[in-house]
């Protein structure tokens, strides 16, 4: 529980549903605050605490507030800083899924005896004939998931997500109708760790090789200007980038061993080929064949049509029908037969016009010792 | 379905004897006068409230009831009688400085830290030994002729070890300083007698022996002077100002009179209780599993634990949902757990200090209980050190 709706409102509807049900909220480390200004950070504050305790309390259920400080700062926050330095993008969710919430919290529940955890994410687990499906939210703008994808069968086995066959405007409904104090709550947003939500001079403070500036380059490596740390760009990026050329350049591909920012013409930005590292299949083995998929690239990308070919070492390559534009290491890529999620995993690389798959290096996604 | 639930937290609080209640009961809606009223209903309240006053003081071994003072609760004592004697000693030009431990309640350290940081007090915090015994002669180093005040805890909440506090409360006298002692946690589990014993001021709190909440009492020795806190009307020996808590004071001093009236009695089944506890807890977790406190010199109530690389807020949940009731210096309800102090004070490393659990019975625990927990604690340790080793 995060004090949130969505999760205020999933413990309402168990409740309602007759679970015994016990609440749980995860301390996580955030940014100490800077100087006079209190920290910002949308979770685990003294309000949002206040809020899950009081929403637990009208609900008649025990509420605690697990410390996951440390293991959050020495894997999901380090992991951030870590891949921004190798040119990637990730997504912390992903990981604070794959790493924390279906993990480690999972099993705090498991060992309490519990049968389920329960999330207020917008998604579906439906149980069929050959095991458990993942499916998108009804609310399809609301889909969470993307950010699920690496559930494997035995989670999924654990898993309830209440909030996932209603529409953000029936939760709120509910919450309403079971006069829940945070009916009428903002949205939460972006990283939960940023003291201001200001991800560039994060990365500044914690980060000695994340932010150094480095050169703009064509893709013949012709010096075009200067950058002031990769981080600070995004693919398909085109304003800002304070060069002068005779067509409009984008940012197309990120050289972190040059600490580079490669910059190209606008069909550049178009790929066809990408490849996924950590692929998680939901049904537990990869498909003997190359399938069809609709293959989102990020959060909020739209499906794209796409060929999935699984490889060996839980990896894969996707071969879009048209070129999609914005592909970015590090996101996830996660495919999708209409409602149905098929599993995806981590952007490693994706084809240059030669051909080849660009390789960029690849930090291990085992779990750090702290 | 209820699940039958195990109180193990005694030393937080207890619950309220019936014949407390009973005695009390009267109080509010019959007696009900204000105790400084020159009429009868006021005559009757006070005539209640000294009796009350004097029943504390025979039990406790004062030499007089005046020396009996009702305040609010345990930590309003122990701020009188600190900041109370630091300012009335500052007012007579009489010494200036404050000799504490390291492990104290934080009613005393935060009130002694804060008269040294906001009013220019000096301040001795003594360390204590891995037990967690204050050394006589570490007091002996550092007292001074200014010294006030020497304030040593009878016993500790968080791990029972109980302080030689005659052999403290002597040195401080033979300096010439005041002594005063939290006794919160020991009073009713064990005799006293104040009048010969080196003791200028002895904190209570009844809600710890099955009295009421919302009352504290401090055994102020004739001569003392105090500075009050509360200040007013001349209530308590112009003490402390206020309307006293009749039906409270009578509650207090009836919990007292019953825990003396039964003290061999109780403190033997305390003792069963607790030795078992510890002896189960200790052999089904040989390895990870330390008794923290003093071995022998301890509170009878309390087993006091430490598992390593264990939250003691996380064992503290899966024991509430086990039904069974503990608490942890460490524990915080904000899921902000800071290694515990008084663990740290031991010279335990970092591996144990956030794995802090305290277990203290009561008169109405029983055997069964103890035995489900000897039965259930360990298994949900080692259920703990196994997330520990995945997720380290």
């Not at chain 1, 609900?59 to 959050?72: A, E, M, N, S, T």
């Not at chain 2, 200790?282 to 264990?310: C, E, K, Q, W, Y």
Request: aromatic letters at 6%; one cysteine or more; glycine letters at 8%.
């Amino acid at each position: 529980m995060s004090g949130g709706v969505d999760s205020s409102v999933a413990a309402a509807l168990l409740v309602e549903k007759g679970y015994e049900v016990i609440g749980m909220m995860m301390r996580l480390w955030s940014e100490p605050g800077m100087g006079e200004q209190p920290a910002l950070n949308r979770c685990c504050t003294p309000d949002q605490m206040a809020d899950a305790r009081r929403v637990a309390n009208q609900l008649g259920i025990p509420f605690y507030v697990l410390d996951v400080k440390d293991y959050f700062r020495h894997t999901i926050v380090q992991f951030f800083i870590d891949e921004h330095e190798q040119g990637r993008t990730p997504n912390p969710c992903i990981e604070c899924n794959r790493q924390i919430r279906f993990t480690y919290l999972l099993q705090q529940a498991l060992v309490l005896d519990a049968d389920f955890l329960a999330t207020g994410h917008y998604a579906q687990v439906a149980q069929t004939a050959t095991g458990y499906q993942l499916r998108q939210g009804v609310d399809t703008a609301k889909d969470q998931s993307y950010v699920l994808h690496m559930l494997t069968q035995q989670q999924l086995a654990h898993v309830l997500f209440p909030v996932g066959e209603y529409t953000k405007d029936e939760v709120r409904g509910l919450a309403r109708r079971f006069g829940l104090p945070v009916a009428s709550k903002q949205e939460s947003q972006d990283l939960c760790f940023l003291g201001d939500n200001d991800y560039r001079r994060f990365l500044r403070e914690y980060s000695q090789r994340a932010a150094q500036p480095g050169e703009i380059v064509d893709e013949n490596g012709r010096f075009l200007g200067h950058h002031t740390g990769l981080p600070f760009y995004t693919i398909g990026q085109r304003k800002g980038l304070g060069i002068s050329s005779t067509e409009p350049l984008y940012v197309v591909a990120k050289d972190s061993e040059r600490n580079a920012l490669v910059v190209g013409p606008r069909e550049r930005l178009g790929q066809q080929r990408l490849r996924v590292r950590d692929v998680n299949w939901i049904v537990g083995i990869p498909p003997a064949e190359p399938i069809h998929a609709a293959v989102k690239i990020r959060y909020k990308a739209a499906g794209a049509a796409a060929t999935v070919t699984p490889l060996p070492n839980q990896e894969a390559v996707v071969e879009f029908w048209e070129p999609v534009f914005g592909i970015t290491p590090g996101q996830g890529a996660v495919f999708f037969d209409r409602a149905i999620c098929l599993g995806g995993g981590i952007i490693a690389d994706y084809e240059q016009d030669d051909g080849e798959l660009q390789p960029t290096t690849t930090i291990p996604l085992t779990l750090r010792v702290s | 379905m209820q699940k039958q639930r195990i109180y193990l937290d005694n030393g937080a609080s207890t619950q309220l004897d019936r014949q407390v209640l009973q005695v009390m009961l009267p109080f509010w809606t019959e007696t009900y006068g204000n105790s400084s009223s020159h009429h009868s209903f006021g005559r009757q309240a006070e005539q209640a409230l000294e009796e009350a006053r004097t029943t504390v003081a025979k039990l406790l071994g004062a030499a007089a009831s005046e020396e009996i003072v009702f305040t609010g609760c345990g930590s309003e004592s122990d701020n009188l009688a600190v900041r109370g004697a630091m300012w009335a000693a500052r007012a007579h030009g009489k010494g200036n400085h404050l000799i504490t431990s390291c492990i104290e309640h934080s009613a005393v350290g935060q009130t002694a830290v804060s008269l040294h940081t906001h009013h220019g007090f000096d301040l001795t915090i003594l360390p204590v030994d891995h037990s967690g015994q204050v050394r006589p002669a570490d007091l002996e180093a550092a007292i001074r002729p200014d010294t006030v005040l020497v304030s040593i805890m009878a016993a500790n909440n968080e791990i029972g070890t109980l302080q030689p506090i005659d052999e403290l409360g002597a040195i401080a006298h033979a300096y010439g300083a005041l002594f005063h002692t939290d006794a919160v946690q020991a009073v009713a589990v064990q005799r006293w007698q104040l009048a010969q014993q080196p003791i200028d001021l002895l904190s209570v709190a009844p809600h710890k022996f099955y009295g009421p909440k919302g009352m504290g009492m401090l055994y102020v020795r004739q001569g003392v002077e105090l500075q009050p806190e509360l200040t007013g009307g001349s209530h308590e020996n112009g003490l402390r100002a206020g309307t006293v808590n009749v039906p409270f004071a009578v509650g207090a001093a009836k919990a007292l009179e019953l825990a003396m009236a039964d003290l061999p009695e109780t403190v033997a089944h305390y003792q069963r209780l607790r030795d078992r506890l510890i002896e189960g807890v200790l052999t089904a977790v040989p390895d990870n599993a330390i008794l923290t406190g003093h071995p022998t010199h301890r509170l009878p109530h309390n087993a006091s634990f430490a598992f390593r690389h264990l939250s003691g807020n996380d064992l503290l949940m899966h024991l509430d949902m086990a039904g069974i009731a503990a608490s942890s210096g460490s524990a915080c309800k904000s899921g902000d757990p800071k290694p515990s102090a008084v663990l740290e004070a031991l010279g335990l490393g970092r591996e144990w200090t956030k794995g802090g659990l305290r277990l203290t019975v009561g008169r109405h625990n029983t055997m069964d209980e103890i035995e489900q927990v000897v039965a259930t604690l360990p298994r949900l340790v080692a259920k703990l050190q196994k997330i520990h080793v995945m997720f380290a």
